[in-house]
């Protein structure tokens, strides 16, 4: 059984970490943190690239999930202007409202499927689009001809 590598489970990892790439001596590094050299050596041919993977992911989907979190927010927006056109029945608007909000998925759309290529699931897109089918729907109840016509732009899309 492979021996628990006391680096990695030294409180202080991130910092040993940080000076093993800084390139300071195996030694100086050793004796501030008080392990041994042997165990600091091997830890940095064997452990720290690993270390590094894992911190390079975690800050991609940090990154992506902020994107996320903008485009969201930015959908929330055009399905608040989509409400407001729709109680005031100006058409004009909740068109270009919808437009927005297409818009809006697809680019969502995109990022979660960079992110599943990354091996990440992600079910947000089924009901946010399901969501804004029926919005749409309803706001152009009035309008049978515009309604049909959006919606097959839509799903042509
Ligand atoms: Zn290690």
Do not use: F
């Amino acid at each position: 059984m492979p021996r628990v590598c006391s680096i990695c489970s030294h409180e202080a990892r991130e910092e040993i970490n940080a000076a093993l790439l800084a390139g300071q001596p195996y030694r100086s590094i050793a004796k501030r943190y008080e392990a041994s050299e042997s165990a600091m050596y091997r830890h940095k041919l064997e452990h720290l690239p690993v270390h590094l993977i894992k911190a390079q992911d975690a800050a991609e989907v940090a990154q992506a999930d902020n994107l996320l979190e903008q485009v969201k927010s930015l959908q929330a927006r055009a399905l608040t202007i989509l409400d407001k056109a729709e109680a005031s029945g100006d058409l004009r608007t909740a068109l270009s409202a919808i437009r927005e909000a297409r818009g809006n998925l697809e680019l969502l759309a995109k990022l979660l499927g960079e992110l599943q290529q990354e091996g990440t699931v992600n079910v947000l897109v089924a009901p946010e689009w399901l969501s804004i089918r029926s919005t749409i729907v309803t706001v152009l109840e009035p309008y049978p001809q515009a309604r049909t016509a959006v919606l097959e732009a839509l799903s042509a899309g």
